[in-house]
């Protein structure tokens, strides 16, 4: 097992990035997501938190994945599509954090 993951160190270093993109970016989006205000608000009874919780978050685990793709993988195949359906799916998900869309959208 070992000599396998000695034969695959981009699979190490695709990783390594990963932590880093989104060990740096997630505190960085929390900061702008309060400075925008958009936050989850503990007001609502279904609400579990005691204080605000920015939104966004899904943003650094977006790009903790769209980096290390970028810089390791093969694009011409199925990973574009995947890495496409994946930025359609933050972008809603973005959208829906600022704008909060209706359950059906």
């Known amino acids: 097992m070992l000599q396998t993951f000695e034969n695959h160190l981009d699979v190490l270093w695709a990783f390594l990035v990963a932590l880093a993109v989104v ?3 997630t505190p960085a989006v929390g900061r702008v997501a ?13 609400r579990i938190h005691l204080q605000a919780v920015p ?9 903790g994945v769209f980096v290390p793709s970028l810089a390791f ?12 359906g ?7 998900g973005m959208v829906d954090d600022f704008r909060g869309l209706p359950w059906w959208a």
Do not use: H, K, M
């Open 23 to 25: 060990l740096v970016l």
């Open 34 to 46: 309060r400075v925008l205000g958009i936050v989850d608000e503990p007001v609502e009874r279904r």
């Open 55 to 63: 939104r966004l978050g899904g943003l650094a685990l977006f790009l």
């Open 73 to 84: 993988l093969d694009l011409s195949g199925p990973y574009r599509g995947i890495l496409l």
């Open 86 to 92: 994946a930025a359609v799916a933050t972008t809603v």
